[in-house]
């Protein structure tokens, strides 16, 4: 069996580290021939020297010498910058590309990659939210794998396999609900940063534990499913499942509903992204039915938590609206992660950019990357507004 030749972009983010996990488990399948970090030198270093990649990306071009320096005795290419990574993607020695990277940097990189024919495992959702239509035409036009590695998508693609010719009725994708669950909006006036980021279940990287309590991170991927697997928003539910053992279901035409389980870890579904088609035996903690007597699941509460209504909301108005959500949201998770606006000005600021923005019922790819600039231009303008009314309120 020849070994599949990776490149990781976000090597040292929640779900890159764990995929090096996965990697080192099956050093007989897999050989990391890239590995790519946006700011973080030390880990990339430690990771470098680990799995020993032909070339190591540096996206912060400040820490290059450094990175280069630290490296200076092993044979690997120390590049830097952004457009490095749409370089690294098109290597004909890569066969798959692990997209791990954080919010819409990563689209250019995964779009390089499909036109470049390499299989793709998804982990960066915001490449279909920003521009799904670009991307699903490429990856029937270059004849690419897009295997999904978000725990949801994985749970739709995993019930799907074995499933041809059979019509999807509807899927549910299920989410714990966050550390705000049941939760009215006067109580989320005044919940800080550090409540946001406790996770009743999962361990992940800052942003993405934000969006979870805001359940914004449902409604990316309510649109990544919408492109993923070539359904109607009013095929897509969301239903709130505390325990976060039922990853996601999908009902077929004759009623008949599937469901895939396990313990929350994300290991498993990278492992799955990686190792498909094949299932291989792992040694991770194994689900058992009698440690968990009550699985239950409810209605989200859009009320409270507006945001997976507006993403709903860009779902249904198409073209670059997505776009416009997408970045609105990335500017006011970092500005509430620095304390400068409250857990609900969130909604308002992302909405109104939503209203300001301009809307295109169809794009290229530089207008997506045009509507993101500009979208992220009235977010941060609406942000320094709403900074001076937020810590007059404190």
């Known amino acids: 069996m020849s070994k599949k030749r990776i490149a990781l972009l976000g090597a040292t983010g929640s779900i890159g580290t764990q995929a090096l996990e996965v990697v080192q488990a099956y050093p007989e399948r897999f050989d990391i021939q890239v590995l790519t970090a946006a700011t973080n030198a ?3 270093v430690q990771q470098a020297r680990t799995f020993r990649p032909r070339v190591v990306v540096i996206a912060d071009e400040s820490k290059y010498l450094g990175v280069k320096n630290a490296l200076r005795d092993i044979p690997v290419t120390v590049l830097a910058g952004e457009a490095a990574l749409e370089e690294v993607v098109r290597d004909g020695a890569i066969d798959l590309v692990i997209s791990a990277l954080v919010g819409s940097a990563g689209l250019r990189p995964t779009v390089a990659a499909i036109r470049a024919g390499k299989d793709i495992a998804l982990a960066n959702k915001e490449t279909l939210v920003v521009a799904g239509q670009l991307v699903m035409e490429l990856v029937q036009k270059h004849g690419v794998n897009l295997l999904p590695v978000d725990s949801e998508h994985s749970a739709i693609f995993q019930c799907m396999v074995g499933e041809a010719g059979a019509t999807v009725d509807k899927i549910y994708l299920t989410a714990s609900g966050g550390p705000f669950r049941g939760k009215n909006r006067e109580y989320l006036t005044s919940v800080s940063c550090e409540q946001a980021l406790r996770h009743p279940n999962w361990v992940m990287g800052a942003k993405i534990t934000i969006d979870s309590a805001t359940l914004m991170n449902k409604g990316l991927e309510v649109i990544e499913a919408k492109w993923l ?3 109607q928003a009013r095929q897509i539910d969301v239903v709130v499942h505390p325990q976060s053992i039922v990853h996601s279901l999908v009902q077929f035409a004759d009623g008949s509903i599937k469901a895939q389980l396990g313990l929350p870890d994300m290991k498993l579904p990278i492992q799955y992204a990686l190792t498909y088609p094949d299932r291989v035996e792992n040694n991770f903690k194994r689900f058992n039915f009698v440690d968990f007597p009550e699985l239950t699941f409810e209605r989200p509460d859009t009320v409270a938590f507006r945001n997976l209504a507006l993403a709903y909301q860009a779902m249904e108005a198409g073209g670059n609206m997505p776009c416009i959500l997408n970045a609105a949201n990335e500017v006011v ?3 509430f ?5 409250g857990f609900l000005q969130m909604s308002d600021i992302i909405e109104e950019t939503m209203q300001r923005a301009v809307h295109m019922a169809a794009a290229t790819l ?17 942000v320094t507004k709403a900074k001076n009314l937020y810590h007059i309120a404190k």
């Open 366 to 382: 530089d207008d997506y990357m045009e509507t993101d600039r500009k979208s992220r231009e009235i977010a941060v303008e609406l």
């Open 333 to 335: 998770v970092a500005a």
């Open 42 to 44: 030390e880990l990339l």
């Open 229 to 231: 697997f070539g359904l």
């Open 337 to 341: 992660l620095k304390g400068n606006v």
